[in-house]
Nanobody, 124 residues
């Protein structure tokens, strides 16, 4: 089990860029796949991006591919989500999540540990 803390969310305008951070605390953080999800009220939490512990494999949802980049700094136990060309539909609470496994999975139920979320609001 690990503890995750997100930060970096704020209110921005359409077309702006923003970077979210997810700090992992725990002795086994190096072994976890880290993914970002997002959720708006009354909708399902949706997968955004994921990265393997080695950083050699990433996955993105179609809605963010080409605009968002996930990366990791193992020395700092931190995973980043660089978001470019933000759109109003990117407005959501963003969560990072961790799982042990060989593959980046997109289902919320596949993840064991979650952060508390950070709010991103994009105005038009």
């Amino acid at each position: 089990q690990v503890q995750l803390v997100e930060s970096g969310g704020e209110m921005v305008q359409a077309g702006d860029s923003l970077t979210l951070s997810c700090i992992c605390a725990g002795r086994t953080c190096y072994a976890y796949i880290i993914s970002w999800f997002r959720q708006v009220p009354e909708k399902e939490r949706e997968f955004v991006a994921g990265i393997t512990p080695e950083g050699d494999t990433t996955e993105y949802s179609d809605s963010v591919k080409g605009r968002f980049t996930i990366s990791g700094n193992n020395a700092k136990n931190t995973t980043y989500l660089q978001m470019n060309n933000l759109k109003p539909e990117d407005t959501a609470t963003y969560y990072c999540a961790a799982r042990i496994g060989a593959f980046i999975l997109t289902r919320r139920q596949s993840y064991d540990d979650w952060g508390q979320g950070t709010q991103v609001t994009v105005s038009s």
